[in-house]
T-cell receptor, first 117, second 117 residues
Framework: NAGVTQTPKFQVLKTGQSMTLQCAQDMNHEYMSWYRQDPGMGLRLIHYSVGAGITDQGEVPNGYNVSRSTTEDFPLRLLSAAPSQTSVYFC????????????????FGPGTRLLVL | AQKVTQAQTEISVVEKEDVTLDCVYETRDTTYYLFWYKQPPSGELVFLIR??????QNEISGRYSWNFQKSTSSFNFTITASQVVDSAVYFC??????????????FGGGTRVLVKP
């Protein structure tokens, strides 16, 4: 298993440009999510998906779109990049809940470092 | 609302010293999960441990040990006989254990550990 993969590893954008960060997992995990990491703030949830065709907003969704057409893929789209979106982006996945009250561990991809000028 | 506080932003030790990382959390849920992740200089996030709110047994894994105290809402992490390879940023995280919570992990701000030879 490759686990959670992300592309690209590094990207430079100009303000106003759009791009898609790719995320894929080969573990047949139901749950996938996107986080951004900023200095001193830990990781914050942007969007998440509980299964193909189902997505929802996290803590900091503005400026980002997601879709989940397959179980494996969960791309993150920046519609019009802003300097405030300069960050490291992590995709994560985990199995669905085994039952009420049981939480599965999330596994993270290697991250995408984004610089918006 | 959930909150995780890691009051120590950076700890510097000399190799073979023990180091303890503090984690204090807030939640109104009675069932929740706590996690520790390691982020080495290479940038990936490595899962270390998961603990549910009903299991207050301390855990030891090699040189790592965790002390979960529900009474003080703390989940502290100790590295015994530290090594240079332990140099990393360590994150504590909290997750609710209900399906409606989706995929949200709430992270602390992280503690950077620097182990000097």
């Amino acid at each position: 298993n490759a686990g959670v993969t992300q592309t690209p590893k590094f990207q430079v954008l100009k303000t106003g440009q759009s791009m898609t960060l790719q995320c894929a997992q080969d573990m047949n995990h139901e749950y996938m999510s996107w986080y951004r990491q900023d200095p001193g703030m830990g990781l914050r949830l942007i969007h998440y998906s509980v299964g193909a065709g189902i997505t929802d907003q996290g803590e900091v969704p503005n400026g980002y779109n997601v879709s989940r057409s397959t179980t494996e893929d969960f791309p993150l789209r920046l519609l019009s990049a802003a300097p405030s979106q300069t960050s490291v982006y992590f995709c994560a996945s985990r199995r669905g809940l085994a039952g009420e009250g049981v939480q599965e561990t999330q596994y993270f991809g290697p991250g995408t470092r984004l610089l918006v000028l | 609302a959930q909150k995780v506080t890691q009051a120590q932003t950076e700890i510097s030790v000399v190799e073979k010293e023990d180091v303890t990382l503090d984690c204090v959390y807030e939640t109104r849920d009675t069932t929740y999960y706590l996690f520790w992740y390691k982020q080495p200089p290479s940038g990936e996030l490595v899962f270390l441990i998961r603990r549910n709110s009903f299991d207050e047994q301390n855990e030891i894994s090699g040189r790592y040990s965790w002390n979960f105290q529900k009474s003080t809402s703390s989940f502290n992490f100790t590295i015994t006989a530290s090594q240079v390879v332990d140099s990393a940023v360590y994150f504590c995280a909290l997750s609710e254990a209900i399906k409606a919570a989706g995929n949200k992990l709430t992270f602390g701000g992280g503690t950077r550990v620097l182990v000097k030879p």
